[in-house]
């Protein structure tokens, strides 16, 4: 499973690429307001701490405007993934940038048959939000079961990217289910090394060691 963060946050991004588990970086045009930067130089701070697929985020919702910033954005390196949202206009936009050999991110997923439709369009992952259907007593889940299903029942080659992820167990049963990839945010990446039994198995070691006056080498 690959990892990636969900942040647009520089100091967030370069810790956990420290961690040597990052295998890219998501962003969305939330994340990149909540930074209050440039959203140009943000990006190359990013990719310059990150060699693995960046997502940036489009805000034109007709296809010829998507086709243009994404065009603008994957001109920027090589690593950029074009986030575009599953809208049929933002679908038809993805369809020209995979012929066009630019990689997609299609965002928003809420449904099964939206992820259907977008690999059909030939995007590179779909993003279905775990959380936010949590949030309206949806099995967030359930969906990217289906999800892995129906992909793998027609081979189609976008990955599964899971994304709106609250809490450490939502990395494991998507993971479990065999999403392609999961996106965390930072709070998570760090929820996830901790377990009480670690944390009193160390001191414990370490006491006993102290006390028989060992040397280590
Ligand atoms: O970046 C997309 C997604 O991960 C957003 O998550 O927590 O705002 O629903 P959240």
């Known amino acids: 499973m690959k990892f990636f963060i969900d942040s647009a946050n520089i100091d967030e991004i370069r810790e956990a690429a420290s961690l040597g588990i990052l295998d890219g970086v998501t962003t969305n045009p939330s994340l990149v307001a909540k930074e209050g930067k440039n959203f140009r130089q943000l990006l190359d701070q990013i990719l310059e701490i990150v060699d693995g697929p960046v997502s940036a985020e489009v805000v034109s919702t007709d296809a010829d405007g998507i086709k243009k910033e994404a065009r ?43 992820a259907l439709l977008a690999a059909k369009a030939g995007a590179t992952y779909v993003s279905p939000f775990i ?21 793998s029942n027609y081979d189609y080659r976008t990955e599964v990217l899971a994304a709106s992820i609250r809490h450490p167990l939502h ?31 160390l001191e414990q070691f370490l006491d006993d060691w102290k006390n028989n006056e060992a040397k280590l080498v």
């Open 72 to 114: 603008e954005l994957a001109a920027i390196h090589e690593n950029i993934v074009v986030k575009v949202p599953l809208i049929r206009e933002g679908l038809k936009a993805v369809r020209t940038l995979t012929d066009e050999g630019i990689r997609t991110n299609v965002t928003l997923c809420f449904s099964p048959t939206q």
């Open 131 to 151: 959380g936010r259907l949590d949030d309206v007593s949806q099995d967030g889940m359930e969906l990217i079961e289906q999800i892995v299903t129906i992909y």
């Open 171 to 201: 990395v494991l049963q998507a993971a479990m289910i065999g999403a392609d990839v999961a996106t965390i945010p930072f709070k998570i990446i760090n929820q996830m090394f901790k377990h009480p039994l670690t944390e009193r198995g």
